[in-house]
């Protein structure tokens, strides 16, 4: 699967079995049949030209609202899961490259998340050292 990213960007992605077959069943029964182009995802009336971020964030935020859940955007979903694989086991360059990050400093700020983790391996303060 081809994303399109920040900056326009465009990456290759594994697409698991079980999000190919939801995409299949999105692509023939529920996108709207005026839609035009490649783009999967598009507004669901007229015209159906592809989301932009802004629009997928606000999906999310209404969502998210629906839901109970007070205010979420689209960022906080990638820093959700980001931290969660991170507890997972995952590791920092993994998690970057899933996110798509250019640099590893931007997804060492997922590192400070888990502060128990962080505790487990920081050394004690020396004690005669000020």
Not at 12 to 31: F, I, K, Q, S
Request: net charge positive; hydrophobic share 40%; with cysteine.
């Amino acid at each position: 699967m081809s994303v399109r990213g920040k900056g326009n960007c465009h990456e290759r992605l594994p697409l698991p079995p079980d999000v190919g077959r939801r995409l299949a069943e999105y692509l023939r029964h529920a996108r709207p049949t005026g839609a035009r182009g490649r783009t999967v995802f598009v507004r669901h009336f007229a015209p159906h030209h592809a989301l932009d971020a802004s629009r997928v964030s606000g999906i999310v935020a209404d969502a998210a609202r629906r839901a109970g859940l007070g205010r979420v955007h689209a960022h906080r979903l990638r820093h959700t899961a980001a931290t969660k694989l991170l507890r997972a086991g995952a590791s920092l360059p993994e998690i970057g490259q899933l996110l798509r990050h250019s640099r590893a400093e931007t997804t060492a700020i997922y590192a400070k998340v888990d502060r128990d983790s962080l505790r487990l391996i920081a050394r004690p303060w020396p004690e005669g050292d000020l």
